[in-house]
């Protein structure tokens, strides 16, 4: 971290009060800390074009407009930022005035989405308290505390305490170049603490993803969770079912498409909070261990693949986090006596069918998945024709590598995942001889002998006409 900075975390408190401003007293924090521009290690510099854009137009056109929340908490941190949050006192209708290029979107959060090529810049109004009259602008919250709507305005300090984690809760002004430090959350990321605004339980009932944002951002970030932020997650972890599936898809994606997925699903599991969002698998993996170890090696291909900027699917995440389920409910149709490949295709409706109550996935990603599923059982069929149709199908690489973490984990056993790779390493003479050793009887551009035609049976006089 920025050397002045630190000095200035570890000064003295007559010190902090001449920095923080007039507005911080001993008894009590009755206004923001500001952080004056020579303070504090962010710069212009790190923020994006648009997110400047955005920014001044506010300013100029006479409202209050900060960059607020991650990007700033980043910036700290020594990261680069990557998104960039905008807070301002206009409303969305007002926005939208000032950006043709934005859309307001979100019934439950009005928020006002800029773009700018493919970086799109969200901008919110200043949220109030939930029981202010505002109009039009209501707040409504369900029996148990979940926030339906909520579209009350209000000013930049009831903004502040409206947010989720202190680390969130700073505003950089374009004004001066300031940063305005509403929680305290300056001392959290110097200690690498991730804490709540507010009483901790109404804050996970207001919003249960909180829940899995604090897991998120404790992994990402490497902070440890406060202990009275910790404290209620396992028994308010069910409130987790209250929410739409379409809205824990986005986050299953930010918690697993990260590069952090292997510690994401350790914490989740940690605190009962994986169980909510996948309680077919949290059963099978109580079951069978190799299911546990399946989607750890999964999510750790997929960490490996995001570290070094390869691409990835949430297809290919989905068909191992879902593949202990289909294969506990295929074994009981088989054991009903349905053959394998209807048992596996039935099996697959069905767990993906009790998923979806839980997590939205859309068909780009469920029918992909299901191929990966499909191959498992072509794969070994090798005869013929087969292994060169197998080997050009869309999915063969996706179902491959699957294959291979199925064996790694313990599933089946080692093997038929060596065949193929050296069927696919291989030149012409070896996937000859690796077709013949695998008891088909093609060469490798898939032409078979010819079997001998049956033959005809004569029509019996007797027979009708």
């Known amino acids: 971290m920025f050397k002045g900075f630190t000095r200035f975390l570890q000064s003295p408190g007559a010190h902090l009060k001449t920095l923080f401003g007039p507005q911080e007293t001993s008894g009590g924090q009755t206004g923001p800390r500001v952080i004056p521009r020579d303070q504090h290690p962010v710069s212009r510099q790190q923020f994006s074009e648009p997110a400047l854009k955005v920014l001044y137009r506010l300013h100029n056109a006479g409202f209050e407009a900060y960059l607020v929340g991650g990007c700033i908490r980043d910036s700290l941190l020594g990261q680069r930022p990557k998104d960039f949050d905008v807070a301002t006192e206009a409303t969305p209708e007002q926005i939208?005035?000032?950006?043709?290029?934005?859309?307001?979107?979100?019934?439950?959060?009005?928020?006002?989405?800029?773009?700018?090529?493919?970086?799109?810049?969200?901008?919110?109004?200043?949220?109030?308290?939930?029981?202010?009259?505002?109009?039009?602008?209501?707040?409504?919250?369900?029996?148990?505390?979940?926030?339906?709507?909520?579209?009350?305005?209000?000013?930049?300090?009831?903004?502040?305490?409206?947010?989720?984690?202190?680390?969130?809760?700073?505003?950089?002004?374009?004004?001066?170049?300031s940063i305005h430090d509403f929680a305290d959350g300056v001392r959290d990321i110097e200690s690498r603490t991730l804490r709540l605004i507010g009483d901790p339980a109404t804050r996970y009932r207001e919003d249960p993803v909180r829940m899995l944002r604090a897991?998120?951002?404790?992994?990402?970030?490497?902070?440890?969770?406060?202990?009275?932020?910790?404290?209620?997650?396992?028994?308010?972890?069910?409130?987790?079912?209250?929410i739409p599936p379409a809205r824990l898809f986005d986050e299953i994606l930010k918690l697993f498409m990260a590069g952090h997925g292997v510690e994401t699903f350790r914490m989740l599991r940690q605190y009962g909070l994986f169980a909510m969002?996948?309680?077919?698998?949290?059963?099978?993996?109580?079951?069978?261990?190799?299911?546990?170890?399946?989607?750890?090696?999964?999510?750790?291909?997929?960490?490996?693949?995001?570290?070094?900027?390869?691409?990835?699917?949430?297809?290919?995440?989905?068909?191992?986090?879902?593949?202990?389920?289909?294969?506990?409910?295929?074994?009981?149709?088989?054991?009903?006596?349905?053959?394998?490949?209807?048992?596996?295709?039935?099996?697959?409706?069905?767990?993906?069918?009790?998923?979806?109550?839980?997590?939205?996935?859309?068909?780009?990603?469920?029918?992909?998945?299901?191929?990966?599923?499909?191959?498992?059982?072509?794969?070994?069929?090798?005869?013929?024709?087969?292994?060169?149709?197998?080997?050009?199908?869309?999915?063969?690489?996706?179902?491959?590598?699957?294959?291979?973490?199925?064996?790694?984990?313990?599933?089946?056993?080692?093997?038929?995942?060596?065949?193929?790779?050296?069927?696919?390493?291989?030149?012409?003479?070896?996937?000859?001889?690796?077709?013949?050793?695998a008891g088909g009887d093609a060469g490798p551009g898939g032409n078979s002998r010819r079997r001998r035609p049956r033959k005809r049976r004569r029509r019996s006089s007797s027979g009708p006409a």
């Open 215 to 242: 897991v998120r951002f404790a992994v990402k970030l490497d902070f440890h969770i406060s202990p009275e932020s910790e404290a209620p997650i396992v028994e308010l972890a069910p409130l987790l079912l209250q």
């Open 277 to 437: 969002l996948f309680p077919e698998a949290e059963e099978a993996m109580a079951e069978q261990p190799w299911v546990e170890a399946l989607v750890e090696q999964a999510l750790a291909s997929t960490d490996q693949r995001i570290h070094e900027e390869r691409p990835v699917t949430p297809a290919f995440l989905f068909a191992a986090l879902l593949w202990g389920p289909v294969q506990r409910r295929q074994a009981e149709l088989e054991a009903e006596g349905m053959p394998p490949i209807p048992a596996l295709q039935l099996a697959s409706q069905q767990a993906l069918s009790r998923q979806l109550k839980h997590i939205s996935i859309p068909k780009r990603f469920s029918l992909p998945m299901r191929d990966i599923w499909d191959l498992q059982l072509r794969l070994p069929q090798r005869r013929g024709k087969r292994a060169l149709q197998t080997r050009e199908h869309p999915r063969f690489r996706a179902a491959y590598d699957f294959l291979l973490l199925r064996e790694a984990a313990g599933e089946i056993e080692p093997g038929l995942g060596e065949w193929w790779t050296a069927y696919q390493e291989g030149d012409e003479h070896d996937q000859r001889r690796l077709l013949e050793k």
């Open 96 to 177: 939208r005035e000032l950006f043709r290029n934005s859309r307001i979107i979100g019934r439950r959060f009005r928020i006002v989405h800029v773009r700018f090529g493919r970086e799109v810049i969200e901008v919110t109004t200043f949220r109030g308290k939930h029981n202010n009259d505002h109009g039009d602008h209501i707040a409504q919250q369900s029996e148990h505390g979940l926030l339906l709507r909520d579209n009350v305005w209000g000013d930049i300090h009831e903004d502040a305490i409206r947010r989720d984690f202190t680390v969130n809760a700073l505003y950089y002004s374009i004004a001066d170049f």
